[in-house]
């Protein structure tokens, strides 16, 4: 049976490189993958952006509304029928794997319809994403799959004390809130850093949330 895999970790864990990394793993022993990410992650707009420079557009973006299983269903469809096109006996027919970034932002349905394809479809399903926002409060998306995917793998980072990262800082022009919407993307002035959670407590006053 297909396994849907949860991969997360604090902000610059790594998990697109990861991601992309799983991606050329496939396609190097000449398996066919689909990559998806949610529409509300506007960075880099259709792309997966990874921190060591690394890019590659997605297949198809997945909005609020949307049937995440439908729409892999479409473009697992598409690559069957590109696939005959090309006439080539050797080739891969399916689909061996669906990627998924910023895995955080889907809903808690979508995270069901990502079991489905695993389980229902035959198709592993690897997640990427956090698990917590700044105010350490956990995403619909995060806490589902927390709840259904059949692995866990944490991918880890460091505070820049050294110690091991586990929650994500919001700064707002170099200074840490912790107060707000919980999806900023798209704030010029607002960046990320991987606390632990000395320096979280240390930052926020004491408070967790």
Not at 94 to 111: G, K, M, P, R
Not at 178 to 198: H, K, N, P, R, W
């Amino acid at each position: 049976m297909a396994k849907l895999y949860f991969r997360y970790g604090a902000m610059n864990s790594g998990k697109s490189t990861a991601l992309l990394q799983a991606a050329y793993n496939y396609e190097e022993r000449g398996q066919r993958v689909l990559l998806a990410k949610p529409a509300i992650d506007t960075k880099g707009a259709s792309q997966i952006e990874s921190r060591l420079g690394m890019t590659r557009e997605v297949d198809f973006l997945i909005a609020a509304q949307d049937d995440a299983r439908g729409l892999f269903a479409a473009h697992r469809a598409r690559v069957r029928s590109e696939t005959q096109e090309e006439l080539l006996p050797a080739a891969p027919a399916d689909v061996a794997c669906l990627l998924v970034d910023e895995a955080q932002f889907l809903t808690a349905d979508q995270v069901d319809d990502l079991f489905r394809i695993a389980v229902l479809d035959g198709i592993p399903v690897l997640a990427y994403g956090i698990r917590n926002d700044f105010r350490t409060r956990v995403f619909p998306g995060s806490a589902r799959l927390l709840a259904v995917a059949h692995t866990l793998e944490e991918l880890k980072t460091i505070c820049r004390c050294g110690r091991k990262a586990v929650f994500n800082g919001r700064k707002v022009d170099g200074e840490f809130v912790f107060d707000g919407d919980q999806v900023a993307i798209d704030g010029v002035a607002v960046t990320y850093e991987s606390l632990c959670g000395t320096c979280y407590l240390e930052e926020s006053g004491g408070l967790l949330g």
